[in-house]
């Protein structure tokens, strides 16, 4: 049968064999009314004030938003957010929107128009963080973990932070939003860096901590972490935690407190976007999702790391993604300078920001085999351990596999293959 991937804006073609199994197909409906749901969100918290409470008499509103690479959730809610704060009486020049970017690079006022719209970006100050400037960060406190907390010191001195999180699995933080817009969204290099290394052993070359993996908040020691650190803002926090659909449009949101909301908000997506299969199988074939999901191979990661759960030991594993910023991290990229076989000595040489993404990298692709269909140079792709999945190798590559043993998941950012073990 012919079956059609989402790659970058558009499809590739695939000639599959009938009878295989296709998941991670089917999205909740949009929301028939996003300003009617924000409203209910914002008016009927979890776990906080309404919002309207919770308005400073004086000081700036600081509205915190992810970048270009998470979607476009932030540039539908924006506009309907900031006509309710002004139907609140906070003045249109009180109010500042961040992009927490962490250690993502900036994007221009290009990406930012694209991103929110001309409109968000001429009327209200469009900053983005920049974990390197300690020039900008305050510190608040340090974690029971020791992370010392400098945060953008914009964000510190607000008299309200309202965030717009998107939920989604995380490959190592179980899941993305919320306490994430602050750290490591706002939070210095420093912080980041300490963070992030909790989702390592003590020895960095024997991989992740077992509480660090997607869809898991419990004894996750890099959630907990996220979590204390942005507790320790002084000003009041107001999340809204969305969940997108198939085409970016909005199926869920609700609001409250930093916490409760988004605990909430998991829960939901799980039972939405997680699927049980019984076994693992031989063959497994993904997609990103196309663009924004496969911009990069360090975005793109995320996709080859969840299916990889459903792929059984020395299986095969088929990747679309289109990666047309490259790589999209430096220290991602500089610790496969030497190959594959050099991650380990180089991630115990030294952590760096994404030494993390390396080390899953290294793991996924010594259990499996993994080729990649993507803008990257083969050269390139092999120095990851990855093989380069050209258009005429599918055919034999699934060759003598039988179709009840292939999984396809076109959306694998997004859906997260789950093992159902059975009862003694």
């Known amino acids: ?62 509205i915190l938003i992810s970048d270009i690479t998470r979607g476009s959730v932030a540039g539908v ?25 962490g250690m993502h690079r900036g994007r221009g006022r290009e990406d930012l128009i694209r991103h929110l719209g001309v409109e968000i970006v001429d009327r209200y100050p469009v900053l983005e963080h920049d974990a390197c400037d300690s020039s900008s960060m305050f510190k608040v406190g340090v974690t029971s973990a020791g992370t010392e907390c400098y945060f953008s010191e914009r964000i510190v001195d607000s008299g309200l932070v309202i965030g717009i999180g998107q939920i989604s699995f995380h490959y190592f933080a179980g899941f993305g939003g919320a306490r994430k817009l602050i750290l490591p969204g706002i939070a210095s290099e420093s912080t980041i860096l300490t963070n992030h290394r909790l989702s390592l052993l003590d020895d960095p070359s024997e991989g992740l901590v077992e509480g660090c993996r997607p869809g898991n908040l419990e004894d996750n020691p890099v959630h907990r972490d996220m979590l204390e650190g942005a507790r320790l803002l002084p000003s009041p926090v107001f999340m809204i935690n969305t969940v997108s659909g198939k085409d970016e449009d909005i199926v869920f949101i609700n609001g409250g407190d930093l916490e409760q909301s988004h605990l909430s908000a998991t829960r939901w997506f799980k039972d939405r976007f997680s699927f049980g299969i019984e076994r693992p199988y031989s063959a497994v074939i993904v997609s990103a999702g196309g663009s924004p999901r496969d911009i990069n191979l360090l975005q793109s990661h995320k996709a080859i790391k969840y299916a990889s759960y459903a792929v059984g030991q020395g299986g095969l594993l088929l990747a679309a993604a289109a990666c047309p910023e490259g790589i999209g991290s430096d220290s991602y990229d500089r610790s496969f300078e030497s190959g594959r076989d050099g991650v380990p000595g180089r991630v115990r040489e030294k952590y760096t920001l994404n030494s993390q993404t390396a080390m899953s990298t290294f793991d996924i692709s010594g259990r499996f085999s993994v080729y990649l269909r993507s803008g990257i140079d083969d050269e390139i792709v092999r120095r990851f351990g990855l093989f380069p999945w050209e258009k005429d190798y599918s055919r034999f590559l699934l060759a003598g596999i039988d179709p009840d043993d292939m999984l396809v998941i076109p959306n694998a950012a997004t859906f997260l293959p789950v093992l159902e073990v059975s009862g003694g």
């Open 77 to 101: 809610i924006l506009p309907f957010l900031l006509e309710r704060l002004e139907g609140m009486g906070v003045a249109g020049d009180s109010i500042e929107i961040m992009i927490s970017a």
């Open 1 to 62: 049968m012919k079956y059609r991937l989402p790659y970058n804006d558009s499809e590739i073609e695939l000639d599959l064999p009938d009878g295989v199994r296709i998941e991670g197909t089917t999205f909740p409906p949009a929301l028939p009314d996003v300003g009617a749901a924000l409203d209910f969100a914002i008016e009927s918290p979890e776990g906080c004030a309404p919002l309207s409470e919770l308005i400073p008499e004086g000081g700036r509103v600081s």
